[in-house]
């Protein structure tokens, strides 16, 4: 069983942030879900579909400069599909920030015009920003403000309490401390949003945890993987079902360790360090562009 199955993330502030949420859904028009464009299905909060109900929505699959181009296109296509406007974007470079504002006025140019016809030209567009911790929703604020307007730091859960940022083009966003779900029914879930930082590695076995990353990669983006770390796996067998705990990413891992030269004494490897580093490269996109999930 996944170490990651074993812990629930429910902390007490989660669950304020729903209650929260809810009650404050009718002061706002429509409603941003920022995901992160790694793992876009897994980086979705599930209960926040039923919080939202059927105000209008926009997501924003974000860390799309650390994602797989194709991949976020073919997802941007599926969210078309289910009748959600979503756009790729990446605050660090800022792509697509500024697109917010198009998409938010194209998603509520009914009730714009229905404002207008009422005298009440000048309205502000009020809009909840929501997402689970480690999604990039403080900086995506933050860019947008132009100052730093909302906490940022590179751990999950900064944001404690709703806020209102006062925006450009008259709209003000309440913005929402990011909130992840009682239980996670699929373990891939769990260790996908771990592999991101989306949950605190404080609580996480690292190494077990670099293994069912590396094995991923051997499989999906293996050329990424040995350029980044100058090693071959084509001897390593692939992961099955048979494979007992992450032998094929625990072989992957020493290899990674060996050839960084993480070594302790008596010449043996410290696979903790070379777990940590790993986790850290694929979090800054060092190891190339990938996405862990496709559209179903």
């Known amino acids: 069983m996944s170490e990651v199955t074993r812990v629930q993330w429910f902390p007490g502030h989660m669950a304020k942030t729903r209650r929260i949420m809810a009650s404050n859904m009718k002061l706002v028009d429509a409603v941003v879900e920022i995901t992160d464009a790694r793992i876009p299905y897994s980086s979705r909060n599930p209960e926040i579909k039923k919080i939202v ?6 997501v924003l699959l974000n860390k799309a400069d650390s994602a797989d181009a194709d991949m976020t296109d073919r997802w941007i296509e599926w969210y078309k599909k289910q009748g959600v406007r979503a756009i790729a974007t990446d605050c660090r470079s800022g792509r697509n920030v500024n697109k917010f504002y198009t998409e938010l006025k194209e998603i509520l140019k009914d009730d714009i015009a229905k404002w207008e016809a009422k005298g009440m030209t000048g ?9 689970i911790p480690n999604v990039g929703k403080s900086s995506f604020i ?20 709703k806020q209102w940022v006062s925006l450009d083009e008259g709209f003000e966003l309440l913005d929402m401390p990011g909130v992840l779900w009682p239980k996670f ?21 690292t190494e077990f945890l670099a293994c069912r990353l ?40 020493e290899r990674i360790g060996n050839k960084r030269g993480f070594l302790v004494s008596g010449g043996e490897i410290n696979t903790e360090r070379a777990a940590n580093t790993v986790l850290d490269e694929y979090r800054s996109g060092k190891i190339g562009r990938m996405t862990l999930e496709a559209p179903k």
């Open 53 to 58: 109900g059927s105000k209008p929505r926009l």
């Open 123 to 131: 309205r502000p567009i009020r809009i909840m920003i929501v997402g």
């Open 142 to 161: 933050n860019r947008l403000a132009g100052s730093k307007m909302a906490k940022v730091e590179d751990r999950p859960g900064v944001t404690k309490g």
């Open 185 to 205: 029914e699929d373990k891939l879930v769990g260790e996908r949003l771990a592999f991101t930082g989306a949950v605190k590695d404080q609580i996480m076995d």
């Open 214 to 253: 590396l094995e991923f990669l051997k499989e999906n983006y293996n050329d990424l993987l040995e350029a980044r770390y100058g090693i071959t796996t084509e001897d390593i067998p692939p992961a099955d079902d048979e494979t007992i705990g992450c032998v094929v990413g625990f072989e992957i891992l």
